[in-house]
């Protein structure tokens, strides 16, 4: 069983910066594939950034160039440090922990607001 619990979204104004924690309470950590996903209002849930198990990234076009994923398998702690945010980025963002024989895992959300 793996608990999820992010942690760093506020609000900001546009080009303005925020990072994101998603600590994991559970074992083997290092072994899942996690991702950070978000949701804004009247709007699907969708992928913004993934990192594997081995560290290779992806993003999504939207946030190419502005988003950075980490992980940290010794604090069981993964990261979205985001730039240069946009008021369309503001959305609930929520991690996600993956593993195909250990079960996929989602996190209560944590709200951004990008407003002037």
């Known amino acids: 069983q793996v608990q999820l619990v992010e942690s760093g979204g506020g609000l900001v104004q546009p080009g303005g910066s925020l990072r994101l924690s998603c600590a994991s309470c559970?074992?083997?950590?290092?072994?899942?594939?996690m991702g950070w996903y978000r949701q804004a209002q009247g709007n699907e849930r969708e992928l913004v950034a993934r990192?594997?198990?081995?560290?290779?990234?992806f993003y999504v076009d939207s946030v190419k160039g502005r988003f950075t994923i980490s992980r940290d398998n010794a604090e069981n702690t993964m990261y979205l440090q985001m730039n240069s945010l946009k008021p369309e980025d503001t959305a609930v963002y929520y991690c996600r922990a993956t593993e195909a024989l250990k079960g996929d895992y989602w996190g209560q959300g944590t709200q951004v607001t990008v407003t002037s």
């Open positions: 559970g074992k083997s950590f290092s072994s899942y594939w």
């Open positions: 990192i594997t198990s081995a560290g290779s990234t």
